[in-house]
């Protein structure tokens, strides 16, 4: 199995800051790729910050210059430096690893459990 832990959501106001962080641990041989992804009441999830061993990254147009994504793939963590924080930046934040369990095997995509982030004015 392959478990991703959030943590540093919390409440904060518009223009503050956060600092999102995940921990990947487990059955993994490789991982491809982290990131976070978000999903506000009644919308669908969609894609903040990601980052590839490859050395991609690719943010969402709503976070550009305001989040920052950083990775230790050595460590297995991704960090979320979320900076200016705006009232729609309300939403529960998702890590995402793309994970090889195993030499040969596929990757596959695994989620944490959320980390709600909520953004008052």
């Known amino acids: 199995q392959v478990q991703l832990v959030e943590s540093g959501g919390d409440l904060a106001q518009a223009g503050g800051s956060l600092r999102l962080s995940c921990a990947a641990s487990?059955?993994?041989?490789?991982?491809?790729?982290m990131g976070w992804y978000r999903q506000a009441p009644g919308k669908q999830r969609e894609l903040v910050a990601t980052d590839t061993t490859g050395g991609r990254t690719d943010y969402a147009d709503s976070v550009k210059g305001r989040f920052t994504i950083s990775t230790d793939m050595a460590h297995n963590t991704v960090h979320l430096q979320m900076n200016g924080l705006k009232l729609e930046d309300t939403s529960v934040y998702y890590c995402?690893?793309?994970?090889?369990?195993?030499?040969?095997?596929?990757?596959?995509?695994?989620w944490g459990q959320g980390t709600q982030v909520t953004v008052s004015s």
């Open positions: 487990g059955d993994i041989f490789s991982i491809a790729a």
């Open positions: 995402y690893a793309r994970v090889t369990r195993s030499p040969g095997d596929i990757s596959r995509p695994y």
